[in-house]
Antibody, heavy 119, light 107 residues
Framework: EVQLSESGGGLVPPGGSLRLSCTTS????????MNWVRQAPGRGLEWVSL????????YYADSVKGRFTISRDNSNSTLYLHLTSLRAEDTAVYFC????????????WGQGTLVTVSS | AIRMTQSPSSVSASAGDKVTITCRAS??????FAWYQQKPGKAPKLLIY???TLESGVPSRFSGSGSGTDFTLTISGLQSDDFATYYC?????????FGQGTKVEIK
């Protein structure tokens, strides 16, 4: 059974940094692209970033480009998202998500971790 | 970025009703398109991918159609478990984008 579990969320002041983790099991991690998707309170879904199975290719939403960095540790089947220069509008539940190997759509999701940016 | 526009934003329906939700892409995306269901406090659940392919385990009362710019999700015979918010998503290009959501409420 595929399992994804996010951690690392919390309260951080504007301008601060945070690293989110997504631990995985139940599939061959290094065969799959992985994604981060977020959802601000009471709002819709926003795709944030994708990393290819090897980590060589990464894509970002314009809203986070230059501030967030996606990475992965294939030896530990773990996905990361490093958030810097945080803004109030980054407040959201952050989900990690996987789909088919290309990562185009998402059939497995974690439970999400809440990031709150506030002074 | 490709803009995805869903309509309606919300719909009130009764159990047994047929519900149709539409999603329009701001440019052609072929069938690189998916639908999700989300319940409060839960992660989204994939319903349909490639515009019309039902994800394994999803009930057959859900169906999808469309290609290019216009897509439809139909729920035939609404059940109590279907009251939720539905999102469309394109995966034709980066950045991936979602529609704003359609809330299906109990009439």
């Amino acid at each position: 059974e595929v399992q994804l579990s996010e951690s690392g969320g919390g309260l951080v002041p504007p301008g601060g940094s945070l690293r989110l983790s997504c631990t995985t099991s139940g599939f061959t991690f290094n065969n799959y692209a992985m994604n981060w998707v977020r959802q601000a309170p009471g709002r819709g879904l926003e795709w944030v970033s994708l990393t290819s199975h090897s980590g060589d290719t990464r894509y970002y939403a314009d809203s986070v480009k230059g501030r967030f960095t996606i990475s992965r540790d294939n030896s530990n089947s773990t996905l990361y998202l490093h958030l810097t220069s945080l803004r109030a509008e980054d407040t959201a539940v952050y989900f990690c998500a996987k789909g088919p190997r290309s990562g185009n759509y998402y059939n497995s999701w974690g439970q999400g971790t809440l990031v709150t940016v506030s002074s | 970025a490709i803009r995805m526009t869903q309509s309606p934003s919300s719909v009130s329906a009764s159990a047994g009703d047929k519900v149709t939700i539409t999603c329009r892409a701001s440019q052609g995306i072929s069938t690189y398109f998916a639908w999700y269901q989300q319940k409060p406090g839960k992660a989204p659940k994939l319903l349909i991918y490639a515009a019309s392919t039902l994800e394994s385990g999803v009930p057959s009362r859900f169906s999808g159609s469309g290609s290019g710019t216009d897509f439809t999700l139909t729920i035939s015979g609404l059940q109590s478990d279907d009251f939720a918010t539905y999102y469309c998503q394109q995966y034709y290009s980066y950045p991936r984008t979602f529609g704003q959501g359609t809330k299906v409420e109990i009439k």
